[in-house]
């Protein structure tokens, strides 16, 4: 694990090997999860190799595990490594505007490639739900799968441009938020974890049986 925040100590920690200095923007409480409010809330970390997953020519594996209630599945934007540039943006986890669960992934060029869930989360607002991405590091949309509550889900794959690899650029680690449309998160965080493997599908349902709520 590179990453592991469990917001359980009054404040955002990173309890991975990395220890990570986390910060907060806004006014989010943490008293035993995150808590965001939708406008402008958010934490992040400085930038670390060990978030970057490619380096211009190939990409590596990773995965990303949490749990989350949203107030809105409209654009939760959970955790990205995704800078206001093109030059800045690697990959993405969270909702989009039509509350698809999405993992993104992009090169420097723009190529990019997507994989979203078929059904919407919209029913499962307010309730607590996990979620999971992962990515073999394949350079396709075939390596990528997406869970909710430890269970592979039906997905979309899109492809847009060339996709190559992504690069190991400077963006922070976001939790919450989306930098070159400035969308956050409204609802709640907790045991967010990235790792630096494809965990298989049975990884992913102890992590979810583990956490169970």
């Known amino acids: 694990m590179v990453f592991g925040a469990t917001f359980d100590h009054g404040d955002a920690r990173d309890h991975s090997s990395i220890g ?4 907060s923007i806004g006014t989010p409480t943490t008293a035993l999860h995150l808590a965001l409010n939708g406008s402008a809330d958010q934490v992040h970390a400085p930038d670390n190799d060990a978030y970057s997953f490619g380096d211009g ?10 749990w989350v209630r949203m107030a809105d599945a409209t654009r939760f934007r959970l ?8 030059a800045l943006r690697e990959w ?4 989009d505007g039509a509350n698809d669960l999405r993992l993104f992934l992009q090169d420097d060029s723009a190529g990019r490639i ?4 078929a059904t919407a989360l919209t ?5 607590w739900i996990s979620v999971a991405a992962t990515y073999s590091g394949s350079g396709t949309v075939a390596g990528m799968d997406l869970y909710v509550d430890g269970v592979a889900v039906s997905t979309v794959n899109s492809t847009t441009g060339s996709y190559t690899a992504m690069e190991n650029d ?4 976001d939790i919450g938020s989306l930098t070159p449309d400035s969308t956050f998160a409204n609802g709640d965080i907790d045991s967010l974890q ?3 493997r494809k965990l298989a599908a049975t990884g992913v349902a102890i992590l979810h049986q583990q956490g169970r709520r």
């Open 20 to 23: 990570a200095t986390i910060t």
């Open 57 to 66: 020519s190939s990409d590596s594996p990773f995965s990303v595990f949490a």
């Open 79 to 86: 955790v990205q490594k995704w800078g206001g540039t093109t």
């Open 92 to 95: 993405g986890f969270g909702t």
């Open 114 to 117: 997507d994989k979203w869930t």
């Open 123 to 127: 029913a499962q607002e307010g309730s």
């Open 170 to 173: 400077s963006a922070r680690l």
């Open 194 to 196: 990235i790792f630096d």
